[in-house]
């Protein structure tokens, strides 16, 4: 493959990461499921293990401060992505017990990155198979407070039933579609850029999410017809204008759900809906819990 096409793919993959399509399932996924999700570039080389912590296992946190334990999560990585680019979507198991899983996104035939999810044991691990990966990781020459703190780590890693993993597994395949038509979308748009009619709407969207946005007033502001509009700005960001307004909303609300002195009420006026039961609506829709309910998770967090 040449340089340039390698930056391209390159270039492709980060503008697919950055997108609002993207971001929203990220967010979705995580917060139902409890896993992490990353879209990781073609080259394995260029995986981090240090990108993307959000719901990444605990233990995995601490045997990433080991060298030796690092090289080994690389080579399994690789292995992994190795196998998805032939196979499709793709499960391994690490040294240390975890699933990890890669399903591929395409555009045409070429692979431009990986949907990654994983850092979860098949079955309730025991005290057996802790002693045993000790001995794998070095115990003679660990000492009692770091095999504590892999101890605790290694037993707060979630455990998911096969069954259930791999449906997650399939929702992730039914995204990577979406992603690589959203890819084929972005690769027809000049690279860095969207039409600036669309900057322009989602400008005036940013500025005035908090009062009515009908479409033919935010397609007049892009200077387009509505038809045309409601293509382009699908192609551009992925989403419908109702679907990216909602999105964005629910985005702001989560910021103002963590300050207690608010009311629900209160927030769901403040960001633009008509009633709190249309707020409450989009809010379980998009983030799969009431607002209630997610802010008195956050603040149990705490």
Known sequence: MSQASKQFEATLHERLKQSDLFRVYQDAF??????PLRLVGADPDDWCLDSEAVNRSPFCEKLNLCKSACHACIDTNKRLLDEASVNGPSSCHCFAGLTASAVPVKIGVTVIGYLKTGQVFSRTPNESDFTTLLGSLGRKTMDKATEKTLHDAY??????????????ITLLQSFADQ???????LAIIEEGSEPAAIAKARRYIHAHLDESLPL?????EAGLSESHFCRLFKEA????????????RIGWAKKELLKPEK???????????????????????????????WRRERFTEV
């Open 216 to 220: 033919g007033t935010v397609a007049h």
């Open 179 to 185: 992603l690589s038509h959203q890819a084929e979308s």
């Open 237 to 248: 960001t992925g989403l419908t204008l109702t679907d990216y307004v909602n999105r964005c």
């Open 155 to 168: 037993f707060q890693t979630r455990s998911v039933e096969p069954e259930r993993y791999n449906s997650m």
């Open 30 to 35: 995580r917060t139902a499921t409890g896993l």
């Open 263 to 293: 009311r629900v009420s209160e927030i769901a006026f403040e960001v633009g809906y008509q009633s709190l039961s249309q707020f409450n609506r989009s809010f379980a829709r998009i983030v799969g819990s009431s607002p209630t309910t």
